[in-house]
């Protein structure tokens, strides 16, 4: 049996960064969502795994990110965005395939 599980949450930056840790087990990551609360918002994000490795990065994106992705995880996600153009409210999913 295959179960979907999408996590929401909204964090706000400050002085142009914000985290957030993903408690997850064992799942592959499936989906990213990013939406800043402007739509020209420039800013960074990547996800390290309880290591402290980078899974998954991105730069100078601009406005809303949503990406299907194949990333298989380990323990918790943490999420941080960094370089933000300005302190906003963001909208972040991440969606994850467990079995």
């Known amino acids: 049996m295959i179960l979907v599980d999408a996590q929401h949450i909204s964090e706000t930056t400050i002085l142009g960064t914000a985290e957030h840790e993903f408690v ?4 592959i990551l499936m989906q990213i969502f990013v939406k800043p609360a402007t739509g ?6 990547s996800l390290k795994d309880v290591y402290d490795n980078v899974v998954y990065e991105e730069t100078n994106c601009d406005g809303e990110y949503n990406q299907l992705v194949s990333v298989p995880t380990y323990g918790n996600i943490v999420f941080t965005i960094d370089n933000s153009f300005v302190d ?3 909208k972040i999913v991440l969606t994850f395939r467990r079995s």
Not at 40 to 45: E, I, K, N
Request: hydrophobic letters at 30%; charged letters at 15%.
């Open 88 to 90: 906003e409210l963001y």
């Open 24 to 27: 997850i087990n064992n799942a």
């Open 40 to 45: 020209t918002t420039t800013y960074d994000f």
